[in-house]
């Protein structure tokens, strides 16, 4: 019976963790401003290299140097690798400086707005058993964050999903030879540099990063008597990571959870956070499942079913209301105090002397006092305002090794 109980327990969990599928990219972003901004950071070209979603190296139009961004690249690299880039990320710079311009007169653009011309390319592999293979490439332009212009690695042509981008297929595809190159470089060629990073990166890119995983809840802003239940890892990287929450062991289901997808961390690793609504009092058990590739089993951490900030709340509220009963005793107390004074003033003139007005001689003076008190209501008005500042994040990208063909081949007019 023991034996059977083990193995249920084996079996339930492999089935709770699905077949690892182990990916790797590489891919070279490059973003062209119509324009300079006057911004720190931001430049009117850049460029960047992304293994495994890690910048590798970088370029922008300031310094004009191809640079590496991780140790490992500065010593498996020789000088004339960075030499050779840093002339390619120029010509690039130059090819993008041109099609901008064109891409506007040809969107009918002001030349007063800042426009943004991208492109991305690179492509992916998939381990299969102990081998890993071509999963698929991505040579795609955008032009102001629309799409612009794909290539279809299957069928060797590239795709314009607007009108403006069929000037450069019809151009592009009638030069056969220039496809069979995006399409050799993005299979092979793309492929062995990956392979050859990955090599160079060694533990750091190989054995990657796990993950640290905590779960919490806070009052639900919506409803007073639900909770937020999130579920949080950070710190894990490559990117790929297996997350639920689960109740009684049991995943919930995607449409009741939110999740911020994957978001990268200042250090190169990666978080994400799933959060579900349920009520405060519910005495369900809750708990989060991880998986990461750098795990040998998943991690699991149980909700311990408290509120961080209901406790804290529900304190607030005890003061307010004693704060409220104090307020209402003084008032309650003040109008007793007042009733009783009127009332006994009042007594107190009723058995005052009255003045004698028979018999009085005339040139007598006769004084009559009157006073009253009128309070005057003093209203004071507080505005606030709250400032908000909108941030415009522009992310900066950089260079490749083997960098496809020369973009000044593809002039898009």
């Known amino acids: 019976m023991g034996v059977f109980l083990v193995l249920c327990s084996v079996f339930l969990l492999a089935a709770a963790v699905p077949a690892w599928s182990e990916k790797h990219s590489l891919y070279y972003i490059y973003t062209a401003l119509s324009k300079p ?28 140097k191809k640079i590496p961004r991780q140790h490992w690249m500065k010593e498996k690299m020789q000088e004339d690798y960075w030499e050779k880039g840093t002339q390619s990320r120029k010509s690039k710079e130059q090819w993008f400086n041109v099609n901008v311009d064109i891409l506007m007169k040809r969107m009918r653009h002001n030349e007063s707005d800042v426009h943004v011309l991208q492109w991305r390319h690179g492509c992916e592999i998939e381990k299969e058993g102990s ?21 279809d690695d299957k069928e060797s042509q590239w795709i314009a999903p607007v009108d403006a981008a069929l000037p450069t297929k019809r151009k592009w595809d ?11 470089y993005l299979e092979k060629e ?28 806070k009052r639900c802003t919506s409803d007073k008597t ?5 579920c949080f890892a950070t710190g894990f990287y490559p990117k790929d990571v297996i997350m639920s929450i689960r109740k009684y062991r049991s995943p919930l289901r995607e449409d009741e959870i939110e999740s911020t997808g994957v978001r990268p961390n200042h250090d190169g690793t990666f978080q ?11 005495k369900a058990e809750y708990d989060c499942f991880v998986f990461h590739r750098t795990l040998k089993e998943p991690i699991i951490i149980k909700w ?24 209402l005793m003084l008032a309650v107390g003040g109008l007793v105090y007042f009733l009783w004074r009127r009332r006994h003033n009042a007594a107190h003139l009723n058995v005052l002397p009255k003045t004698a007005i028979e018999g009085s001689q005339p040139g007598s003076d006769s004084d009559s006092g009157k006073g009253s008190s009128d309070p005057s209501p003093d209203s004071s008005t507080t505005n606030s305002q709250e400032a908000v500042n909108l941030v415009t994040e522009t992310s900066s990208g950089q260079s490749q090794p083997a960098e496809a063909q020369s973009l000044l081949q593809q002039s898009s007019e």
């Not at 081998?131 to 290539?151: A, T, V």
């Not at 009638?174 to 050799?184: A, C, D, F, M, S």
């Not at 804290?312 to 409220?324: A, N, R, T, Y």
């Open 37 to 64: 901004v006057q911004s720190p950071g931001i430049y009117q070209f850049t460029a960047m290299g992304l293994l495994d979603d890690r910048e590798i190296d970088y370029y922008n139009s300031k310094e004009q």
């Open 131 to 151: 081998e890993l293979k071509f999963s698929k490439g991505i040579d795609e332009y955008s032009y102001d964050g629309e799409n612009f212009l794909s290539f």
């Open 174 to 184: 009638n030069v056969p030879i220039l496809n069979q190159y995006t399409k050799g």
């Open 190 to 217: 793309c492929v062995d540099w990956l392979n050859k990073f990955r090599e160079y990166g060694d533990e750091e890119v190989q054995k990657g990063s796990p993950p640290e995983v905590d779960v919490f809840a």
């Open 226 to 230: 639900k909770v937020k239940l999130a």
């Open 272 to 282: 994400l956070k799933k959060t579900v609504i349920i009520q405060e009092d519910e």
């Open 304 to 327: 311990d079913g408290k509120c961080q900030d209901c406790t804290q709340e529900s304190m607030m509220s005890m003061v307010i209301g004693v704060v409220i009963g104090v307020v």
